[in-house]
T-cell receptor
């Protein structure tokens, strides 16, 4: 049972375009929603995170949009660059963001073509 | 600044063998976790710890044991390896305060034949 559903599985975007990755969750007890970026052969690294009392958070070219009523959140990468090519995971946790118990989506492989 | 260090990076085991995956962090983090990553399934939590002497099961604990005798170390033991345990294993640590970043190691790629 996948508690956090992520789509699409893979995504190809042209350089300068907008990359959008979507996630949906079932458990309304989730209260922390991070996105992780993973390059081949490396461990995931935190990209950006949001709490459910905020509808949007922006850090540079990366924005999380959060819709609490729909139980959905998404990652937008503006002006996508070839260096953004990686696998992106959404995640969720409860208990005030206990980051030792993250529930991950299945991942999106992003390829940004030059 | 080492962060989270996992050893070994690669390992091949025969079915039925046992082994320990090592994880050490030098950030004095209270929270540590083990995840396995399989194609199309994301990362799934195996076991976690909220401090020395305290461990608990995650989503997929069967076939694995953990212990936390020190803040720094959180080894993962495979009791009797099975081909279904072929995966990439990641150790992570976090400070333990609300909504803090989890830092991941570089992973151990395990193949059970």
């Amino acid at each position: 049972q996948q508690q956090v559903k992520q789509s699409p599985q893979s995504l190809i975007v042209q350089k300068g375009g907008i990359s959008i990755i979507n996630c949906a969750y079932e458990n309304t007890a989730f209260d922390y929603f991070p996105w992780y970026q993973q390059f081949p052969g490396k461990g995931p690294a935190l990209l950006i995170a949001i709490r459910p009392d905020v509808s949007e958070k922006k850090e540079g070219r990366f924005t999380i949009s959060f819709n609490k009523s729909a139980k959905q959140f998404s990652l937008h990468i503006m002006d996508s660059q070839p260096g953004d090519s990686a696998t992106y995971f959404c995640a969720a946790s409860i208990n005030g963001g206990a980051t030792n118990k993250l529930i991950f989506g299945t991942g999106t492989l992003l390829a940004v073509q030059p | 600044n080492a962060g989270v260090t996992q050893t070994p990076k690669f390992q091949v085991l025969k079915t039925g063998q046992s082994m320990t995956l090592q994880c050490a962090q030098d950030m004095n983090h209270e929270y540590m976790s083990w995840y396995r990553q399989d194609p199309g399934m994301g990362l799934r939590l195996i076991h976690y710890s909220v401090g020395a002497g305290i461990t608990d099961q995650g989503e997929v604990p069967n076939g694995y044991n953990v212990s936390r005798s020190t803040t720094e170390d959180f080894p993962l033991r495979l009791l009797s390896a099975a081909p279904s345990q072929t995966s990439v294993y990641f150790c992570a640590s976090a400070r333990g305060v609300l909504n803090t970043e989890a830092f991941f190691g570089q992973g151990t790629r395990l193949t059970v034949v």
